[in-house]
């Protein structure tokens, strides 16, 4: 593209040249007449291929930009793209989702442009200014030195303007950006403002935004002008400074009427080329932004990189351990100090504590979401460090509490667990996860988009995709984070069943508020503050009269209360009665008791109050 945009350019600007050698051949004629043919067919041949080469080599050109453009864009949108998809989790919950995709798209639209405006406005340009000064420095010395002075000064004071216009170009795509941010933000909740009665408040806030713009867009298009009549004005220099000092010239007898239509006509071609200049500069200026931009907000270094001896590991057993943990998200802030911690292949354990007592970071860090400041994770005997992320993740299943799904069909987003896996494997997941039945009696059925994030599902029906997607994907590691918050009691119970199917001899970690949901596993871990203060059974912690003992005792409605109860802190008359009622509860179960004693404060156990027995 480069060359042939050259041969483009420099093919216009010989046309003046290719005139007047024909006029010079008609000059030397005179008024005979006999044998023009021969006398102008060798500059009438020059002509008709500048001419014919002018069209030729710019459509070429356009044919390729036609051609690679596009390609070029995508593989700098596929890159960036990949590059983004290792950021850490840290990088992604700092930064909006839209804004970063919008920042992708922006910086390669961005990149072609800059190519483009190189090969097809900057590099003809200078094709024309250093042709044409060498045809005038052949035609006349001073006539050449009076037009490269004028190329000079343009250029330069051209760039100067531009780089002085781009801070208020900047300004008004920044006003321009934050209209469009309120007015989608304003039609994002147009269901409340219809309910508050406030349409006419949000006009009114666009209307706010609409006046900023404008100023920010005028005070833009004000400086914009002024550069044009800079350039309006020294075309005027040029155009009448070339005529004149020709004519002078000519009067003198120092260049023939060849050169004076020579230098008159690149003179025009060089003010039509270069007029836009100006423009040409505030637009590459703000293509070197964007760029500039996205390059700072994407190309940062990956916090979370596969080590240069990491390697595709297997998981077959699922044995976990958390050896000499040391884990803070910044610094200063210690979340695990020293954990060491040990889950046997198949065991099914619960995760307890109130809100930021380190569950979720625990599962964070199992997950390689956040690698800890010292000490090892182990799965298997191997450091997941030294496992690639994707052969751990390929072997890690969660169902998270608040399930996003692709805006695809209910089909894709199901086998998304395993892509390979027939429809009648998908439908079998969905039956189990007891989302069969919904789907059936959608129009589509399995092939109906769920829409942005799944917003064309309830809650429930969202969190039942996300399940039939983990079944199907069938890893050796289940992790569960209040898979079943959405759904009512008797989904529930059903579904249940089903995990407790699929929890069949794989390793099962689960996050829950409802003790209730775990109150079955082989194990309960306690967190408080980033340490784990208890460890057993449910009877046995129960027996222990510890903190689980409080947590059992203490819900309301089945689930934890946010934040514990302060020293001293009167409790509420629900939660007397759920303690009430927890320790009659666990007076009558007999499996707490299996020899059917009396429960002895030295074991722990929990002793009843006279009125409650």
């Known amino acids: 593209m480069v060359a042939l945009e050259g041969g483009h350019a420099a093919c216009g600007i010989l046309l003046p040249y290719a005139i007047a050698e024909i006029i010079r051949a008609v000059t030397r004629l005179g008024d005979a007449t006999a044998g023009w043919a021969d006398a102008l067919q060798a500059p009438l041949l020059l002509f008709i291929a500048l001419a014919l080469g002018e069209v030729v080599l710019s459509r070429a050109a356009g044919t390729l930009q036609f051609y690679f453009g596009p390609l070029q864009r995508h593989a700098v949108t596929r890159a960036l793209y990949a590059y983004l998809q290792h950021h850490s989790q840290r990088y992604l919950s700092d930064n909006f989702a839209g804004a970063l995709a919008h920042r992708i798209g922006e910086t390669s639209l961005a990149v072609n442009q800059i190519m483009w405006a190189v090969i097809f406005d900057f590099w003809p340009v200078a094709i024309v200014f250093g042709v044409s000064i060498g045809l005038l420095f052949q035609a006349h010395l001073q006539l050449a030195l009076f037009v490269l002075g004028w190329a000079v000064a343009f250029v330069a004071l051209s760039w100067w303007l531009a780089t002085r216009c781009q801070p208020y170009a900047v300004q008004a795509a920044a006003a321009r950006s934050e209209t469009t941010g309120r007015l989608v933000d304003s039609v994002t909740n147009l269901f409340s403002a219809r309910l508050f009665a406030r349409l006419g408040f949000e006009r009114s806030l666009l209307d706010d935004q609409l006046a900023v713009e404008l100023r920010a867009v005028r005070r833009s298009m004000w400086y914009s002008e002024r550069v044009r009549w800079f350039q309006f004005a020294a075309a005027a220099v040029l155009k009448v400074g070339t005529l004149w000092y020709a004519l002078r010239l000519w009067s003198q007898g120092l260049i023939g009427v060849a050169e004076f239509v020579l230098a008159t006509s ?190 064309k599902l309830s809650g429930g029906q969202r969190q039942r995709i996300a399940i039939a997607r983990v079944i199907l994907k069938n890893a050796p590691v289940l992790i569960l984070d209040e898979a079943t918050s959405s759904l009512d009691s008797v989904t529930e119970k059903a579904i249940q069943e089903t995990l407790d199917e699929a929890m069949h001899g794989k390793t099962v970690i689960v996050i829950a508020h409802r003790l209730s949901t775990i109150a079955h596993l082989d194990r309960i871990l306690v967190f408080d503050h980033g340490r784990i203060v208890e460890d057993g059974s449910h009877a046995e912690l129960l027996a222990r009269g510890g903190t689980y003992h409080r947590l059992w005792s203490g819900q309301a409605g089945g689930f934890l209360q946010d934040d514990p109860p302060a020293p001293g802190e009167k409790r509420s008359a629900l939660a007397t009665a759920a303690t009430d009622g927890a320790n009659l509860a666990l007076a009558a179960d007999p499996g707490d008791d299996p020899e059917g004693e009396a429960p002895r404060p030295d074991r722990g156990e929990a002793v009843l109050p006279a009125a409650a027995t």
């Open 266 to 455: 690149l003179s025009l071609l060089i003010i039509n080329e270069a007029r836009n200049l100006s423009r040409r500069f505030l637009e590459f200026f703000e293509f070197i932004g964007n760029v500039n931009n996205g390059v700072r907000t994407l190309i940062r270094p990956h916090e979370l990189v596969d080590l240069a001896e990491a390697r595709p590991g297997t998981i077959r057993r699922g044995e976990i351990e958390f050896s000499g943990v040391h884990f803070g998200y910044h610094a200063g802030q210690t979340i695990f100090e020293n954990l060491d911690l040990r889950i046997p292949a198949g065991q099914r354990v619960g995760l307890v504590g109130f809100s930021g007592s380190g569950k979720s970071s625990f599962v964070s860090l199992l997950l390689r979401l956040y690698d800890p400041q010292q000490g090892r994770i182990l799965i298997d005997g191997q450091d997941i460090r030294l496992m690639t992320q994707d052969s751990l993740h390929a072997q890690l299943g969660l169902i998270p509490q608040d399930p996003s799904l692709f805006h695809r069909s209910l089909l894709d987003n199901i086998r998304y667990g395993r892509q390979e896996a027939s429809d009648e494997e998908v439908v079998e997941a969905a039956r189990k996860a007891h989302a069969h039945e919904f789907v059936a009696q959608m129009k589509d059925g399995y092939h109906a988009m769920v829409g942005e994030r799944g917003v």
